[in-house]
C-alpha cells in the first residue's frame, strides 16, 4: 500500500551563483542542448561581465542547469536580457527551469530591470510554450538571426511593480 508520506516529490533545485568551476558542467549542457552551442571561453567571458545575473540549479548534487542573464542599459531603459538557458535532459520538466527563471527575473528587478527579453529559434516551439506559461508575449521577429538562417521571435515580459 502506497500511503501519501511514502510518495517524495523530486527535491527543490538550489539555485546559486556559478563559478569557474562550474563551466566544464555547464559546457556540457550547453552541448546537449544546442546545435550552435556557446563554448568554454564564452561562458567564461560571461562570467567576468555578468556575475550576479548568471545562476546554476543543483539538484541532488548536480548540476542540472543554468541560465546567462544581462542587464542592458538603452539610456531610456533597463531591461534584463536572458542570452543562454538550458536544463539537462534528465532533469527537464521538474521545474527546475521555472526555479532558475525566477530567481533570475529576481535579480533583474533587484537591478532595477522593468522588463526581461529573450531570442528564441521559431522551431523552438516548447521554449516557447515555457516562456508564454511564465508570462512573455511575443514582440517581433529577427530575419535570419542564428547561423543557419532561422529567425528569432522575440519574447518579452514586462515587471508590474
Ligand atoms: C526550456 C527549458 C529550459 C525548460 O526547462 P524545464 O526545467 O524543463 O522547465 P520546467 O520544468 O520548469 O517547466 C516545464 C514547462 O515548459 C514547457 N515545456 C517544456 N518542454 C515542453 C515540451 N516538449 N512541449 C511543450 N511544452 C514544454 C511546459 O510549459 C512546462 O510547463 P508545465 O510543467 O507547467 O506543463 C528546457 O526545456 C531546455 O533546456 N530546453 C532546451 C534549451 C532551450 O530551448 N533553451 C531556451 C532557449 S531560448
Given at each position: 500500500?502506497?500511503?501519501?508520506?511514502?510518495?517524495?516529490?523530486?527535491?527543490?533545485?538550489?539555485?546559486?551563483?556559478?563559478?569557474?568551476?562550474?563551466?566544464?558542467?555547464?559546457?556540457?549542457?550547453e552541448?546537449?542542448?544546442?546545435?550552435?552551442?556557446?563554448?568554454?571561453?564564452?561562458?567564461?567571458?560571461?562570467?567576468?561581465?555578468?556575475?550576479?545575473?548568471?545562476?546554476?540549479?543543483?539538484?541532488?548534487?548536480?548540476?542540472?542547469?543554468?541560465?546567462?542573464?544581462?542587464?542592458?542599459?538603452?539610456?531610456?531603459?533597463?531591461y534584463?536580457?536572458?542570452?543562454?538557458?538550458?536544463?539537462?535532459?534528465?532533469?527537464?520538466?521538474?521545474?527546475?527551469?521555472?526555479?532558475?527563471?525566477?530567481?533570475?527575473?529576481?535579480?533583474?528587478?533587484?537591478?532595477?530591470?522593468?522588463?526581461?527579453q529573450?531570442?528564441?529559434?521559431?522551431?523552438?516551439?516548447?521554449?516557447?510554450?515555457?516562456?508564454?506559461?511564465?508570462?512573455?508575449?511575443?514582440?517581433?521577429?529577427?530575419?535570419?538571426?542564428?547561423?543557419?538562417?532561422?529567425?528569432?521571435?522575440?519574447?518579452?515580459?514586462?515587471?508590474?511593480?
Amino acid at each position: 500500500m502506497i500511503r501519501s508520506h511514502d510518495i517524495i516529490p523530486p527535491p527543490h533545485p538550489l539555485i546559486r551563483r556559478v563559478t569557474l568551476a562550474d563551466i566544464p558542467t555547464i559546457v556540457a549542457i550547453e552541448n546537449e542542448a544546442f546545435a550552435d552551442p556557446w563554448d568554454n571561453a564564452i561562458f567564461t567571458e560571461a562570467l567576468s561581465y555578468y556575475p550576479t545575473t548568471y545562476f546554476v540549479a543543483v539538484s541532488g548534487g548536480n548540476i542540472a542547469g543554468f541560465v546567462v542573464g544581462a542587464i542592458e542599459d538603452t539610456g531610456e531603459n533597463i531591461y534584463g536580457h536572458i542570452c543562454n538557458f538550458a536544463v539537462h535532459p534528465q532533469y527537464r520538466k521538474q521545474k527546475i527551469g521555472s526555479a532558475l527563471l525566477n530567481r533570475l527575473e529576481q535579480q533583474f528587478m533587484i537591478e532595477s530591470a522593468t522588463g526581461s527579453q529573450l531570442e528564441v529559434r521559431e522551431s523552438n516551439l516548447a521554449a516557447q510554450q515555457f516562456y508564454r506559461c511564465r508570462g512573455y508575449q511575443n514582440v517581433f521577429q529577427v530575419g535570419g538571426y542564428y547561423a543557419n538562417g532561422e529567425d528569432a521571435l522575440v519574447m518579452m515580459k514586462w515587471f508590474r511593480f
